[in-house]
């Protein structure tokens, strides 16, 4: 695609353009941001101003036109999310706006650009309202930067040809007499104020700005005639200074001293580990429609609230001969409003994780652009399957959504740049949503994160393994001081016959042993993929009694690890399995797996099952912390039968439990294929 790059003069934002390159984009334009006149360096949360002296050389060795604008607005909004969540517009006054403002003018020029590059290696407060603005747009951000290693970003940067000089200090250990050194130069003393201090070796914590002198991308090199050092503090800790450029020209370039760059590996080890697994078990998808399930689940409606926990389930719409889908899909919205509405006047804004049943995916399209309207900054996290929904639905949605006294207590991972990191939102979803402790991931399907293409030719065990990484990737992105366990993880498949081959690969794959599992075949997944992993997460921030007495609430957190326990039921017709992931010390915080088969009904016999399963002394003390549940059926014997007994078995005759019903084409846990009906039960 044709692009726009936004231009600090750093070593970061000139970097990312020669990826850009690499990945086949073409530059058109060049963008910046500066102070007003007079004005040296603004103290800005999102703009690099220091250097900009040397903004117009840069443009000129890059041989683009650029574009200006004066920084006029300050940092109003300083929070994690940048704007609201049910509207896509800015906060007037911010400084964010004047990056709209500039590259809305370099559109107006360049109607033809359809990306921006973007120089962000680890700032999730310039990525958020970078990729704000281009939402607003319609642009890409390109981010190829986005959480690589630093060490190894500072080496391929060197190895390149990036000659960038130090242009201002502002961390431990670095002082004057390091500004107009080149990265190479700087590279033992970065290495080793990271192994004493922790600093940042590419910068990240401010501890130092840079100007690109020479790029592979340069067709001239900026040469220095004349610099000033500027000295904004000096004291023991850490000094602040600047170089001032005042003049400086540009030298031609040897047309083929352009270097070339690596593109990192699609798979990290671990994860060519389990690709590897599976690469000789794999076989041509079948995407079979034999095992299309027969049997229908009805079920109303439900809500319930467990202290700030809310879940929706088995919200569809009320369906007509002659209702559009996009009808329909406004009309599951205007349920789901209203049973938040009504479970202490929450709105769509608190929901956190929404799953999403079409009939077809065919239907995707149309679904997605009447589903975006409802949300602007950090929607929910989100999973999209298309299953044998009974005619006429075409669409079934069920929800959790959270009661939070401040936005503080909701973090949201809303990644929409393209990057070797992991795919961009491809939809209106966030990757993650984490609140009170809890993390909800969205569905990873295998895409590759630089293209957002499924892999080519279409490949099982690339798919497997890219869905996994993706997923791992993400819980790495959100962890702040915590571990965290996946406690859930659904493998959704659209091949009945594969199922037992991305088993072989869970089967290598040890950072989900505690969580419980479930493999489902369903009707087909977004972008015709053959896998998609969804998973929950728990910080391992547990809530116990203070029994030290440090808390005056009588509470404190706690880090802790989960256990997961695993057994069967049987009686003489009826087989079931169950595994249980929760936390000793709070078993509000956890998951159940819940999977039945009739063999030969017999009533006498089920109901020994249902006491069975109801005395099972690790089971006992989950059922009065359900919050919603998952029913995944291909049964043999009408479903609605087995629900309706166990639901009045375990929570009574008149308890109101959130279920969602989902078709599937056949259910399989680790160690069994086959399964009629499996539960997945949340817990809170």
């Known amino acids: 695609m044709k692009y726009v790059a936004l231009l600090s003069g750093g070593k970061d934002s000139c970097f990312n353009l020669v990826h850009c390159q690499k990945n086949g984009h073409e530059l058109v334009a060049a963008a910046s941001l500066r102070p007003e006149q007079g004005k040296e360096e603004l103290d800005s949360y999102l703009y690099q101003t220091v250097g900009q002296d040397a903004i117009e050389f840069v443009a000129r060795a890059l041989e683009v036109p650029l574009y200006r ?66 939402a607003r747009l319609s642009l890409t951000a390109l981010c190829y930067l986005w959480q690589r290693p630093q060490d190894q970003l500072l080496d391929e940067m060197i190895d390149a040809g990036m000659n960038a000089i130090l242009i201002k200090v502002a961390g431990i250990g670095l002082t004057t007499k390091h500004l107009g050194k080149t ?12 192994n004493l201090y922790g600093s940042h070796i590419c910068g990240e914590g401010g501890e130092y700005e840079s100007l690109t002198l020479d790029c592979p991308l340069f067709k001239s090199r900026i040469v220095l005639k004349d610099t000033e050092i500027v000295i904004h503090s000096d004291n023991d800790f850490a000094t602040v200074a600047f170089l001032r450029i005042k003049d400086a020209t540009l030298e031609p370039k040897d047309e083929n001293a352009n270097a070339d760059v690596e593109i990192p590996s699609l798979l990290d080890e671990d994860f060519e580990v389990v690709r590897h697994s599976l690469v000789q078990l794999e076989r041509d998808p079948s995407r079979s429609d034999s095992h299309t399930p027969t049997e229908r689940l009805e079920l109303k409606v439900s809500s319930v609230r467990k202290g700030k926990w809310i879940a929706v389930a088995n919200v569809q719409a009320n369906v007509t001969v002659d209702m559009s889908i996009e009808e329909e899909v406004m009309q599951c919205f205007e349920i789901l409003n209203d049973r938040l509405s009504s479970q202490g006047n929450l709105t769509l804004a608190n929901c956190v994780n929404i799953n999403i049943f079409l009939s077809s995916m065919a239907l995707f399209t149309r679904v997605n652009a009447i589903y975006s309207t409802f949300f602007g900054t950090s929607p929910p996290a989100r999973a999209c399957v298309a299953v044998d929904l009974p005619h006429p639905v075409r669409i079934r949605l069920d929800c959790i959504a959270f009661a939070e006294d401040r936005p503080q207590e909701r973090q949201a991972l809303h990644v929409q740049s393209q990057s070797y990191w992991a795919p961009a939102n491809i939809g209106p979803y966030s990757q993650a949503i984490v609140v009170h402790e809890r993390v909800f991931i969205s569905g990873q399907i295998g895409l590759i994160p630089s293209s957002l293409t499924m892999p080519s030719p279409v490949s099982l065990s690339t798919e497997t393994a890219l869905a996994m990484q993706h997923a791992q990737r993400v819980i790495e992105v959100l962890r702040n001081g915590w571990d965290g366990h996946v406690q859930a993880a659904i493998y959704w498949l659209s091949d009945v016959d594969c199922l037992g081959i991305v088993r072989k690969g869970v089967e290598v794959y040890d950072r989900d042993k505690l969580a419980v599992k479930l493999f489902v075949a369903v009707k087909s997944l977004p972008k015709d993929a053959l896998v998609e992993k969804q998973v929950l997460v728990h910080t391992g921030q547990v809530l116990v009694p203070d029994e030290d007495e440090e808390s005056e609430k009588g509470f404190v957190l706690r880090t802790m690890s989960p256990g997961l326990q695993k057994g069967n039921v049987a ?35 089920w109901q020994a099952f249902l006491s069975s399963v109801k005395s099972t002394t690790a089971l006992q ?7 919603s549940i998952r029913a995944f059926h291909c049964a043999r014997r009408p479903v609605t039968e087995i629900v309706s007994d166990l639901i009045e078995k375990l929570y009574g005759r008149s308890a109101a439990i959130p279920i969602t019903p989902i078709p599937c084409r056949a259910v399989s846990t680790v160690g069994k294929d086959d399964w009629d009906i499996a539960f997945i039960v949340t817990l809170s």
Request: hydrophobic share 30%.
């Open 69 to 134: 604008r004066v920084i006029s607005g300050t940092a109003v909004e300083q929070g994690s999310e940048y704007g609201p969540r049910n509207l896509k517009r800015g906060i007037q006054g911010d400084e964010t706006e004047d990056l709209f403002e500039l590259l809305s003018t370099v559109k107006s020029h360049h109607p033809e650009i359809q990306g921006v590059s973007v120089g962000a290696i680890l700032s999730n407060y310039q990525r958020v309202r970078v990729e704000h603005v281009c």
């Open 183 to 194: 990265l190479e130069e700087m590279r033992p003393t970065l290495l080793k104020l990271n």
């Open 571 to 605: 009686t003489k017709g009826v087989m079931g399995y169950w595994e249980t992931c929760v936390f000793t010390e709070s078993p509000g915080s956890g998951c159940v797996l819940l999977c039945i088969r009739i063999q030969e009904f017999d009533e006498n016999d």
């Open 621 to 627: 003390g989950c059922w009065n912390h359900t919050l």
